[in-house]
């Protein structure tokens, strides 16, 4: 298992790989195809923290599909382990998980995703090999990495977070626009400060200057 040599950043193409998943075995670029994907890591099966978090990923998968996103999970685990896991989740959340979760329980993809836990020195398998953190990350359909979220293994992830991020990055490449603190679809937006005089009236009729570097505008309803 060799580790990065650097970091993974912002813009970077993600790193491919092929594993076996609860639906396959996947190569991970032919996954994302023309897609976004959402990939991300659990520490391991069973666990308290993880089954809230599949099972309202579940619960959200119809929102992240209508936005052309593919979800992959990651646990430390067999696929066995994984698909008794599953039923748990059912059980525990009443969602049924129908994405492929990465069976790595060699930490090949956590360790080439850098997604492995370094806070916590105790937080490993009875081989001594270091769990994942709660790690995110956002793809486009380029296959570059649009988003690194990470979060410790005692801390719960924000879904409505996760899917803000994707509307927001969504929108940014569609509109040429950013989007302000707190933002959720249907407030107003930020002009791109790429995007100068003329230009900005003609693509934002209704652009409105709170300073010369802040403008803001409404999006068309069918944004």
Request: glycine content about 6%; aromatic content about 8%.
């Amino acid at each position: 298992m060799a580790e990065r040599s650097a970091p993974l950043r912002l813009g970077n193409i993600a790193p491919n790989f092929k594993a076996d998943t609860t639906q396959g075995p996947i190569d991970l670029h032919e996954f994302i195809g023309d897609s976004w994907v959402v990939l991300f890591s659990h520490p391991e099966d069973y666990t308290p923290v993880c089954t809230t978090e599949l099972g309202e990923m579940a619960r959200l998968q119809p929102e992240f599909t209508k936005r052309g996103v593919k979800l992959l999970g990651l646990s430390a685990n067999t696929l066995g382990s994984h698909e008794g896991w599953i039923s748990d989740i059912k059980d525990v959340t009443g969602s049924q998980v129908s994405f492929p979760i990465i069976a790595d329980k060699e930490r090949k993809v956590a360790y080439l995703y850098d997604m492995i836990d370094y806070q916590d020195t105790t937080n490993v398998d009875e081989k001594g090999i270091a769990f994942t953190i709660r790690s995110v990350f956002v793809i486009d359909p380029k296959k570059t990495i649009r988003t690194i979220l990470s979060y410790p293994a005692s801390t719960g992830r924000n879904s409505a977070e996760i899917l803000r991020i994707v509307d927001s990055l969504q929108t940014g490449d569609k509109y040429k626009v950013t989007t302000p603190i707190n933002w959720v679809p249907g407030d107003d937006v930020i002009v791109h400060p790429s995007i100068k005089g003329e230009q900005a009236t003609q693509l934002f009729p209704n652009l409105r200057a709170v300073k010369p570097y802040l403008r803001f505008t409404a999006l068309p309803l069918d944004a």
